[in-house]
């Protein structure tokens, strides 16, 4: 069993040349690795918005979310677990580690000031409730058979148009 992943000799032409085109792309400006974006699933039901993201290896204390202008931005820093001067050799090191920023425009018509979030075993929960306005709704259908009545959000208003037949 190999402690590093091997490759084959057909797979390194390819490993070149996307080393060449995103050679630094894992990289910030000062040279450490970046963390991958995690993975985010977001779901609608009729009453929120819950956006569910993975952050396995992250602590509480360093994910910080905030919403202005109606978009919900979730940063965080995955920090290096390694200790200075740690005895051993190192043969593969794929964990990622840094900060990431992830950003998702909301809808108008949610309340930004019942948002509420919650972190455990490594997912990160954000639910963010729909305002009244935004709400699905049934609509009753009224009136007699030639007439259509149209109602204002208010529902005080009605406007009847009779049919000439």
Known sequence: MALYPTTTRYAEPFDQLFDTFFGNAGRAANGNTLMRAPETDVVETEREIRVITEMPGLKRENIDIDIENNVLTI??????QRTEGEQGRWHLAERRYGTFTRSFVLPRDVDADNIQAAFQDGVLTVSVPKSEKA???RIEIGGEAGQQQLGTDSGTEQNTEQTQG
Do not use: C, S
């Open 135 to 137: 709400r699905r709704r």
């Open 75 to 80: 940063r965080g820093e995955k920090r290096e």
